[in-house]
């Protein structure tokens, strides 16, 4: 679950982080007067959407007067910011962030999340802040160190001293980022987080290290232990379809393709969308009904595949095991029964009651191909929708 930079820099600061002081507010009028308060000769305008680059957009502006800010607030709200992760439709601006200006001395990367490979905390830290950092990888790799960190009750001074050597500090504000990173350790581990970036990390010309952005994502699986984190979900920065998948309980990630496709396991699922990939088609989403999904289940998913317009065709790959492929049948004969089926379906079914699946499926009067196996699956969707 990703949060807003505004929410992000509040927790940082709870666990010890330094941060410029701001506000934010959903209005224009609420804003200029929560901005009133803050101690500043110049202000920082941010939209606040779950998307980086917003600068690059025109999402971030520095002001020198309310009245300046008052203008510019009124012209970023309501605005679609279109970013390189915000795709060619762009995100409609919500909420506004105001901060103090900073006096910026030097520009730092800094970031640290799960490296599930080697199962422990890896931070990356460069000494080229303020830029896309996988420009800095694929340009400047020498500017980059990563400092894996076995987990526990906190980070030792050695690591830190590690992650922090590419900034070639010194002594006094060494100590600070030392503290810094102490702090974003024990948020990480705390939070159950996924990822912390802090990008820029700044040094300012009064040497004090502070973070001037920042992004937080959490472990979804985790929430349950964090109901204040829930709290801070934005259900207007995540996709309608998404969301209503979470209400089942799929898994479901929409993606750019044409073929929508429903599994049952995860390990399936990225198999059968690599087999479309491989016959010159892409994947319209990931999809896992999961291994106990009941009739109302799948007939949700279906439901969900087809509010995709860009959805040609449909590819059903399920292995019988603990999911019994005649509630599956049944769960997609329900389903065509609400809503009007006009794309080619193609379904693979195997395992538990898969004959009984089929006559269920044979018996339903609707057009369906059948399959085999997963290759002849995959074949016959890419021809049926060419």
């Known amino acids: 679950m990703n949060i807003h930079e505004h929410q992000a820099k509040q927790i940082l600061k709870k666990y010890g982080a330094v941060v410029p002081e701001g506000v934010f507010a959903l209005g224009v009028d609420e804003l200029i007067e929560k901005a009133k308060a803050l101690k500043t000769e110049k202000y920082v305008l941010k939209a606040q959407i779950h998307a980086g680059g917003r600068g690059k957009a025109g999402g971030v502006k520095i002001l020198n007067s309310i009245e300046e800010l008052t203008l510019a607030a009124k012209e970023l709200l309501g605005k679609i910011l279109i970013t390189h992760q ?148 934005d259900l207007n920065e995540e996709d309608p379809t998404e969301i209503e998948a979470s209400k089942h309980d799929l898994a479901y990630i929409k993606l750019d393709g044409s073929i929508g496709c429903m599994v049952n396991g995860a390990g399936l699922a990225m198999a059968t969308m690599d087999i479309i990939k491989l016959y010159g088609k892409e994947p319209a989403n990931f999809l896992d009904v999961g291994g106990g999904a009941s009739k109302e289940k799948v007939s949700a998913a279906l439901k969900i595949i087809l509010s995709d317009k860009n959805v040609k065709g449909i590819l059903i790959n399920i292995f019988g095991g603990i999911m019994r492929c005649d509630v599956l049948a049944q769960g997609v004969v329900d389903a065509a029964k609400e809503i009007n089926i006009s794309v080619p379906l193609v379904v693979r079914l195997a395992g538990t009651n898969f004959k009984k699946g089929k006559e269920i499926l044979d018996n339903s009067g609707l057009e369906l191909i059948s399959a085999e196996n997963l290759d002849d699956a995959a074949k016959k969707i890419v021809e049926a929708i060419k």
């Open 86 to 233: 915000t795709g060619p439709e762009g995100r409609e601006v919500k909420r506004l962030y105001v901060e103090e200006s900073s006096n910026i001395d030097k520009e730092f990367y800094l970031s640290c999340l799960v490296d599930r490979a080697s199962s422990k905390i890896a931070f990356i830290s460069s000494d080229q802040g303020g830029m896309d950092i996988e420009e800095v990888a694929r340009n400047l790799p020498e500017k980059i160190i990563t400092t894996k960190v076995d987990m526990g009750d906190e980070i030792s001074v050695s690591d830190c001293e590690n992650i922090i050597k590419i900034f070639n500090l010194n002594e006094d504000t060494k100590k600070q980022a030392i503290t810094l990173i102490k702090s974003i350790y024990k948020m990480f581990v705390s939070t159950d987080a996924n990822m912390v970036e802090v990008n820029p990390l700044i040094l300012t010309k009064e040497k004090k290290i502070v973070c001037l952005d920042a992004k937080v994502n959490f472990d979804s699986n985790a929430l349950f232990r964090h109901p204040e984190i829930v709290e801070l979900r």
